[in-house]
């Protein structure tokens, strides 16, 4: 589904570049749930922002789904980004609308127009991580496992393949946190959804994961099943 095929990043700065990810070589199975772990600046977000085109790379080539995102034009971009929903740490919803409104803008961007058909498939979506009574309410009013319930809604608003979660559950309490990624296991089952987690916590990659990257200084130390990795290492 993902492939990473010796992909490296520069970060322009003042001076010399900085290699945020040096050559990596990188394979994710659909329908995985692929965990990235590693200390602060290891290079996680920016591998995992490589996969959905937040950053370009620098050089190498990335295929998701059989197509090379390395050399796509802004249109077929906007396109392939409509098959990649994002989770975030922080929500990043949108303050002055609604949940419903939250969750309906991505298909009125995607150029969905009849006001039925697009309340209709957020009634769905609404329904999928259960939070419909609260469709009308502000993000202020929620707490935050109903937050990143929004967000995956929203995430899923396109029906994507992949969905990238960038530390995802790192704002909530643990027994929120065991819910969410329940939700996800979930999804990821009835969907045949890939999932790309960025993580520092082992309960997370225990629960959720399939196999992990470990990162360290831009590069992959170790890659393999969680029981290989943390287990037997
Ligand atoms: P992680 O997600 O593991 O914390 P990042 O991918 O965010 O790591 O960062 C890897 C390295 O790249 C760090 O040294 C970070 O400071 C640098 N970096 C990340 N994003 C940018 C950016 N937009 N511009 C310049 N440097 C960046
Ligand atoms: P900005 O221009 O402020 O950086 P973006 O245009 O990247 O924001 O994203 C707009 C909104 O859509 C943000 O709230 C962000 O959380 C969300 N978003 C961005 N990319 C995706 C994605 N691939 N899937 C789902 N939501 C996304």
Redesign the pocket.
Known sequence: MIKFEQVYKDYPASGNSLRALHPTDLAIAAGEVFGLVGHSGAGKSTLLRLI?R?EAPSGGRIWVDGEDITALDSSALRRF?QQ?????QHF???SSKTVAENVA??LQLSGMQNPAAIAQRVDELLARVAISAQADQYPAQLSGGQKQRV?IA??L??K?KIL?CDEATSALDPQTTVQVLQLLREINLELGLTIVLITHEMDVIRRVCDRVAVMDGGRVVEQGEVVQVFLHP
């Open positions: 959905n937040l980004r990649v929903g994002m989770i975030f990043n919803l949108l803008l991505p967000g929203r995430a608003a396109l994507p990238l």
